[in-house]
């Protein structure tokens, strides 16, 4: 068991944290499903043991510092290392524009988007180096690489964009890689969000999308999981559009 690849997925009971956590363990992960909400974790935990793959449940605010040194010790004694961590878990901003915004959304997605995410790589990247490799990969967004309509989470995932950026090269030199994803209009999550609005606004949504569609938890997934993997070993501080081809409209 101490040589099987470790993988945290945090926000791990949700869409997409589910679906990369799924993956993972079909890739041959044992997989630390982390989530805010502990029956959440556990659903994920109880789908993947139900394929035969290995996973355990953990409950953390990641944007609280002391839960995320918790979480990362509760890790480090249960499985010793890890050797990937998707950071996923995040929130929204409401699509509220910088006038409009109180200070306690402000506060709210930058303590969870990208103090959460700096939080998290702190400890990932201390025990990926004690073992000389490691990949990290970090859920930014479409609007962490273009303007966005809400003010705080778009600063937040920008900042997330240049935490990565920093990170990947920084510890490269040291066996690390380090890159994001940045997705578009997902059907799933935060995404569900945008897709309820009335049919009008969705359509005219999509019609800005090349493929014509929303992406899915599945496709974000698999992104996440393969710059993880070694097919993926020369790509480091890259930030993956998955977006339909928006970024090149």
């Known amino acids: 068991m101490q040589d099987q690849k470790t993988v945290l997925v945090t926000g791990g009971g949700g869409d997409i944290g589910r679906a990369a956590a799924l993956q993972f363990a079909e890739a041959g992960y044992r997989v630390a499903v ?6 959440a974790a556990q659903e994920t935990v109880s789908c993947i043991r139900q394929t035969g793959g290995h996973a355990d449940a953990y409950v953390a605010d990641i944007g609280d510092r002391g839960s995320v040194q ?5 890790i480090e004694a249960d499985y010793g290392h890890l050797d990937a961590a998707f950071n996923n878990a995040g929130r ?10 109180d200070d306690d959304l402000w506060d709210d997605c ?32 479409l609007w962490g690489l273009h303007g966005g309509p809400t003010a705080a989470y ?6 997330v964009v240049g935490l990565t950026k920093h ?4 510890y490269a030199p040291m066996g690390l890689r380090i890159n994001a994803i940045c997705p578009g209009i997902i059907s799933a999550g935060l995404g569900l969000k945008v897709l ?5 606004a969705v359509k005219t949504l999509l019609d800005k999308v090349p493929q014509k569609r929303a992406g899915t938890a599945e496709e974000v997934a698999a992104a996440a999981v393969w710059l993880c993997s070694d097919a993926a070993s020369y790509i480091n501080g890259h930030m993956m559009a998955i977006d339909g081809g928006c970024g090149s409209v």
């Open 196 to 200: 309820n609005r009335p049919a009008a």
């Open 34 to 39: 982390c989530d805010l909400r502990s029956a």
């Open 154 to 159: 778009t600063a937040s995932k920008h900042g």
């Open 167 to 170: 990170a990947a090269i920084t």
């Open 110 to 141: 930058m303590r969870i988007n990208l103090g959460g995410t700096y939080h998290c790589m702190k400890h990932e990247v201390r025990m990926m180096l004690a073992r000389g490799r490691g990949s990290i990969v970090n859920n930014s967004s």
């Open 70 to 74: 918790a979480l990362f010790a509760q």
């Open 92 to 101: 929204g901003g409401g699509g509220v524009p910088l006038i409009d915004a």
